[in-house]
């Protein structure tokens, strides 16, 4: 089944659920007026319904392979690239600045899905520019500015990050990679990364890393990190890709997915970097970078899923296959209980993440529109919620997505296991799902509960509004919501972190439940109760909400249970 980009639900969570006329009120978006953001939805889909997903089979056949030091990437990646490139789509909520649109980032949001649906590997590539183009904005010199933005902008070069250290992993305070000043103003960086995702190509002049490393008089920890630009080739006065820097790719990671990635292993040996931000102060530039790609990343997991999908309904509505009970049955497995049960979990799930992702997305934009710190809250409690939400949203229907194919779905020429493939690593990549519920557990409940308790009044102010025309759908709702109050109450009544730690990915899963649930609520009331998305609401809220009760219950059983058996035991 062709990918067709799913323009109309995008429109209808703008209009609707995630408020982009309010973002569009602000000086800030003023451009964002709704035919352009009509115009920049209709384009994007067809970049990725005709120039991109049909690159998605030939990325995951034809890997990306390193010959001779050299990074060639899979065939009709780089005239995939250029043509995402040449329409500016690496750089639409860059600073017009420097060449970008300007939009906010709800609508790149949109546009990002849309291509990591058509062709996941490769939109990796200008989602990681994206970030960097964010953390230079907020964190370098003007005159690292004025050299690598305006061509990191237009997607001549691309960026990379790099933390990850082999023995060092999610610990980034235990990194080992030095910098050394050079006395002109440049350093010297030193060391090894690993899993750098497109730390090379064959199809962009320059490749712009993100360097964690730490200076001689640094530090332990993370207080002792600072960050450096280090380019593959040295700018020359005039700005142009010059000598080649010292650095390599040593090596490409041989993985379960997303082969057309190239993740490279990149040496550093002793190559010419430019500092980012304050010297010590690398974490919170880098921060910047890493939390654009948390939703990023939240986004390729709900665009894997809507792949799987479509792939899964275009399988299901040609496979004829045994009698139903189904009325009016089209003599397809479409028509069994158990498919439906899997496409419309799938729909209803989809919808949930994606209203959580853009909404993080929109809170993002008013905090930049206005500054006000409620806005600032909200983005950073969303956060690790949109990211583990929408990964683990992906990896599941992904995973159902093999599963409606049958046996044909455990076979590759369908294509169904590689959407399966390609999501997995989101779960782990830009901070584990494990390392998000701690955050949300840990950080984000420092302010008492402050940020968390406004959203969950804000979900039981539009339960209680639809009470009378929807208590069908409004009571659970309100229901679910107190009884997240109360687990969140217990979290932050508890001063043993771990026990917080213990419950922590069910806390979360939780809260991405309601919140999907409030977002269906939403949807259903915009509708007045009617039509499919009333149904698929229906749906979402007497099936899959109830799992909240569950979830919270593992949530608040503490860590003495985790730690009942001994090493010993595990071994027996």
């Given at each position: 089944?062709?990918?067709?980009?799913?323009?109309?639900?995008?429109?209808?969570?703008?209009?609707?659920?995630?408020?982009?006329?309010?973002?569009?009120?602000?000086?800030?978006?003023?451009?964002?007026?709704?035919?352009?953001?009509?115009?920049?939805?209709?384009?994007?889909?067809?970049?990725?319904?005709?120039?991109?997903?049909?690159?998605?089979?030939?990325?995951?056949?034809?890997?990306?392979?390193?010959?001779?030091?050299?990074?060639?990437?899979?065939?009709?990646?780089?005239?995939?690239?250029?043509?995402?490139?040449?329409?500016?789509?690496?750089?639409?909520?860059?600073?017009?600045?420097?060449?970008?649109?300007?939009?906010?980032?709800?609508?790149?949001?949109?546009?990002?899905?849309?291509?990591?649906?058509?062709?996941?590997?490769?939109?990796?590539?200008?989602?990681?520019?994206?970030?960097?183009?964010?953390?230079?904005?907020?964190?370098?010199?003007?005159?690292?500015?004025?050299?690598?933005?305006?061509?990191?902008?237009?997607?001549?070069?691309?960026?990379?990050?790099?933390?990850?250290?082999?023995?060092?992993?999610?610990?980034?305070?235990?990194?080992?990679?030095?910098?050394?000043?050079?006395?002109?103003?440049?350093?010297?960086?030193?060391?090894?990364?690993?899993?750098?995702?497109?730390?090379?190509?064959?199809?962009t002049e320059n490749?712009?890393?993100?360097?964690?490393?730490?200076?001689?008089?640094?530090?332990?920890?993370?207080?002792?990190?600072?960050?450096?630009?280090?380019?593959?080739?040295?700018?020359?006065?005039?700005?142009?890709?010059?000598?080649?820097?010292?650095?390599?790719?040593?090596?490409?990671?041989?993985?379960?997915?997303?082969?057309?990635?190239?993740?490279?292993?990149?040496?550093?040996?002793?190559?010419?970097?430019?500092?980012?931000?304050?010297?010590?102060?690398g974490m919170r530039?880098?921060?910047?970078?890493?939390?654009?790609?948390?939703?990023?990343?939240?986004?390729?997991?709900?665009?894997?899923?809507?792949?799987?999908?479509?792939?899964?309904?275009?399988?299901?509505?040609?496979?004829?296959?045994?009698?139903?009970?189904?009325?009016?049955?089209?003599?397809?497995?479409?028509?069994?209980?158990?498919?439906?049960?899997?496409?419309?979990?799938?729909?209803?799930?989809?919808?949930?993440?994606?209203?959580?992702?853009?909404?993080?997305?929109?809170?993002?934009?008013?905090?930049?529109?206005?500054?006000?710190?409620?806005?600032?809250?909200?983005?950073?409690?969303?956060?690790?919620?949109?990211?583990?939400?929408?990964?683990?949203?992906?990896?599941?229907?992904?995973?159902?997505?093999?599963?409606?194919?049958?046996?044909?779905?455990?076979?590759?020429?369908?294509?169904?296991?590689?959407?399966?493939?390609?999501?997995?690593?989101?779960?782990?990549?830009?901070?584990?799902?494990?390392?998000?519920?701690?955050?949300?557990?840990?950080?984000?409940?420092?302010?008492?509960?402050?940020?968390?308790?406004?959203?969950?009044?804000?979900?039981?102010?539009?339960?209680?509004?639809?009470?009378?025309?929807?208590?069908?759908?409004?009571?659970?709702?309100?229901?679910?919501?107190?009884?997240?109050?109360?687990?969140?109450?217990?979290?932050?009544?508890?001063?043993?972190?771990?026990?917080?730690?213990?419950?922590?990915?069910?806390?979360?899963?939780a809260f991405g439940?309601?919140?999907?649930?409030?977002?269906?609520?939403?949807?259903?009331?915009?509708?007045?109760?009617?039509?499919?998305?009333?149904?698929?609401?229906?749906?979402?809220?007497?099936?899959?909400?109830?799992?909240?009760?569950?979830?919270?219950?593992?949530?608040?059983?503490?860590?003495?249970?985790?730690?009942?058996?001994?090493?010993?035991?595990?071994?027996?």
């Amino acid at each position: 089944m062709p990918y067709r980009a799913p323009v109309t639900d995008f429109q209808f969570l703008f209009d609707h659920v995630v408020g982009l006329k309010q973002i569009a009120s602000t000086e800030r978006f003023a451009d964002a007026t709704e035919d352009v953001v009509q115009a920049i939805l209709a384009e994007a889909a067809k970049l990725s319904e005709e120039v991109l997903a049909p690159l998605q089979r030939a990325g995951d056949l034809h890997p990306a392979r390193l010959e001779n030091g050299v990074v060639r990437t899979s065939p009709g990646f780089a005239e995939g690239y250029q043509a995402v490139a040449e329409g500016g789509w690496v750089s639409i909520a860059a600073s017009p600045e420097h060449g970008g649109m300007g939009l906010p980032m709800t609508v790149t949001s949109a546009v990002n899905e849309m291509m990591g649906s058509a062709c996941l590997s490769l939109q990796v590539s200008p989602l990681m520019t994206q970030g960097q183009i964010e953390a230079l904005e907020h964190h370098a010199s003007d005159e690292i500015k004025a050299i690598y933005l305006p061509k990191l902008v237009s997607g001549a070069w691309s960026g990379t990050m790099n933390l990850t250290e082999a023995h060092a992993g999610s610990d980034v305070g235990s990194l080992r990679s030095k910098a050394e000043p050079n006395g002109d103003g440049t350093y010297a960086i030193k060391g090894q990364k690993i899993f750098i995702s497109w730390g090379d190509n064959d199809f962009t002049e320059n490749v712009c890393h993100l360097v964690l490393a730490r200076l001689p008089d640094a530090g332990p920890g993370t207080k002792g990190i600072s960050l450096f630009l280090v380019p593959k080739f040295i700018p020359d006065a005039q700005g142009a890709p010059g000598k080649a820097n010292d650095l390599k790719v040593v090596s490409l990671e041989h993985k379960l997915g997303l082969h057309g990635s190239p993740t490279a292993v990149m040496q550093y040996d002793g190559a010419t970097g430019w500092l980012v931000g304050e010297e010590h102060d690398g974490m919170r530039a880098m921060f910047t970078m890493m939390n654009n790609a948390r939703l990023g990343v939240s986004l390729q997991g709900i665009a894997a899923a809507e792949g799987a999908m479509q792939h899964a309904i275009g399988y299901a509505t040609d496979r004829a296959q045994g009698r139903s009970l189904a009325p009016n049955p089209t003599g397809t497995i479409f028509d069994h209980a158990d498919v439906r049960r899997m496409l419309t979990t799938m729909k209803a799930e989809i919808f949930a993440a994606r209203a959580i992702s853009l909404s993080l997305a929109a809170a993002i934009d008013m905090e930049t529109a206005t500054g006000a710190d409620e806005w600032r809250a909200r983005a950073a409690f969303l956060t690790p919620i949109a990211k583990a939400f929408g990964t683990e949203t992906g990896i599941a229907m992904c995973n159902i997505g093999v599963q409606v194919h049958g046996g044909m779905g455990y076979v590759e020429e369908t294509g169904a296991a590689q959407y399966l493939r390609d999501v997995r690593v989101t779960a782990i990549y830009e901070g584990t799902n494990g390392i998000q519920a701690m955050d949300l557990t840990g950080r984000k409940l420092a302010d008492g509960g402050e940020a968390a308790y406004a959203i969950l009044d804000e979900i039981e102010e539009r339960a209680e509004a639809a009470r009378h025309s929807l208590p069908e759908l409004a009571e659970p709702v309100w229901q679910a919501t107190e009884s997240l109050r109360e687990a969140t109450e217990w979290m932050v009544a508890q001063t043993d972190m771990n026990a917080r730690f213990a419950g922590a990915l069910p806390f979360l899963r939780a809260f991405g439940r309601v919140l999907g649930g409030h977002f269906h609520l939403t949807a259903a009331m915009a509708t007045e109760g009617k039509g499919p998305r009333a149904s698929l609401a229906q749906f979402y809220i007497a099936q899959l909400l109830p799992e909240t009760h569950g979830l919270l219950a593992q949530a608040t059983a503490g860590a003495d249970t985790l730690y009942a058996l001994s090493q010993e035991d595990f071994a027996a």
